[in-house]
């Protein structure tokens, strides 16, 4: 099983980006979908996440408004419309699979079995 973390790169504050997470190996139609990210020195943090169905999301405060997940269970893919970025959005941008599909406990990092091996995201300002 892999998951493929891709879109990251490099703009300017208020630009945009746009994060796909390509799965293989199985498919993740029945499982919620996530979204994480990691400055340095910071620990990792939640950003979104997305039921099986893709009816349900919820957003880190930091970027509810700004940031859209969404997901194509025919192609199992997942992707992170970032909007409006801002320089605290640096960091490099993880994709994880949880082993459930309903957004029980999205927030929580242990709550996923599957990880990407992430993107870089750097904006400047």
């Known amino acids: 099983v892999q998951l493929q973390a891709s879109g990251g790169g490099s703009v300017q504050a208020g630009g945009s980006l746009r994060l796909s997470c390509a799965a293989s190996?199985?498919?993740?139609?029945?499982?919620?979908m996530g979204w994480f990210r990691q400055a340095p020195g910071k620990e990792r943090e939640f950003v979104a996440a997305?039921?099986?169905?893709?009816?349900?999301?919820r957003y880190a405060d930091s970027v509810r408004g700004r940031f859209t997940i969404s997901r194509d269970n025919a192609k199992n893919q997942a992707f992170l419309q970032m909007n409006s970025l801002k320089p605290e959005d640096a960091a490099v941008y993880y994709c994880?699979?949880?082993?459930?599909?309903?957004?029980?406990?999205?927030?929580?990092?242990?709550?996923?079995?599957?990880w990407g091996q992430g993107t870089q995201v750097t904006v400047s300002s």
């Open positions: 994880a699979v949880q082993r459930m599909g309903l957004l029980l406990r999205p927030f929580n990092a242990a709550e996923y079995k599957y």
């Open positions: 190996g199985r498919t993740f139609s029945d499982n919620v």
């Open positions: 997305i039921s099986a169905s893709g009816a349900a999301t």
